[in-house]
């Protein structure tokens, strides 16, 4: 099997599978005992918040651990507006958001929030000048993700958030799940006021997740209860999870600088390769340094998305259409309509991701397939 749809999710690193041995076995304290076991457990929830603030260069208390990025994207959306409860204002989003931030704005329009979903352009990315005049007096919260799930289109957050910061005092959320340890995620240079991450996107498990939240930034908690995470995140924390997080988020930024100019380069081969067998194929997203480094998508004129993912999943190649997050979902992408691409190449769209174990020659035998596929599906839709 080539598995190149690193973006859905990849395989959990031996390190970190290792690593959450120890609470999945001998540490099995609750982090808010007191006694011994307790302690111990809390001891790696410690060090696992300092692994990530780490990577993320930001102090371990501004780390909230969540149930993954989704959930992170809600409480970053939920949380601060909650507080404001009874004066609804205005929130602004990217038309190319998650779902998780894009329902979440939606839903809270339906509680009185007026909304602005702001366009992008045929890269998928916004411009700072349309976000300063799509802000008002009452914008609360701004949420821009940082790299698109589906293009790998890598978005001028520091710019946008300089942007609200000097002309309102709006909030500024990023989604960065599919950036982090593929380019720098440094909160401060990033100017973002919070900011999510997921493990399951660098090598640690599903279901864990955390959200930067600006020392002075205040929020209500969406999962209420006993108070954990300093009243942002209530329930016995998911140990395990933590610590896998806090490993695969270290190692992923440490790792970066060598694992992406990797990346980028096969990324780049595999590119040329496919489109030396599909002429026509058309390269969707950003290019050069707005792209993330483990992203190739295409349109391919005539190759049904879902279709061909059949063909090449029998040929031994995991790929994806865009994304994998709204699973089942066979209307096209809202990403790729807001870049402008007809419904009929938006159907037509193949998202190739590398990741850690990518080899040159699973890239070279992945192209010969994908070609050799396309040319077969195009000639069964002409009989
Ligand atoms: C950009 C982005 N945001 C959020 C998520 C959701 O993260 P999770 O699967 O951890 O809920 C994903 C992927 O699933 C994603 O790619």
Redesign the pocket.
Known sequence: MIYLDH?ATTPVREEVREEMAGPLREVFGNPSSTHSAGRAARALVDLARDRVAEALSCRPREVVFTG????A?NLALRGPLSRLRGEPGHLVVSQVE?E?VLETARDLRRDGWELTELEVDSEGRVDPGRLLRALRPDTRLVSV?LA??EVGTVEPVAELAQVVREHSSSLFHT?A??ALGKIPLDVAELGVDLL?I?A??VGGP?GV?ALFVRHGVTLDPVITGGGQERNRRSGTENVPGIVGLGLAALLAERERGAEAARQRELTSHLEELLLELIPDARPTGARGENRLPNFCTLAIPGAEGELLLMRLDRSGVCASAG?A?ASGSQAPSHVLLAMGLPPALAGAHLRLTLGRGTTRAEVEEAAEIVGREVVQLRQTAAV
Not at 68 to 71: Q, R, T, V
């Open positions: 973006a993954g990025g989704s959930e994207d998650h998780a993700m698109n799930n989604d799940t599919q999510t997921s399951h996107k599903k997740g994304s997050c």
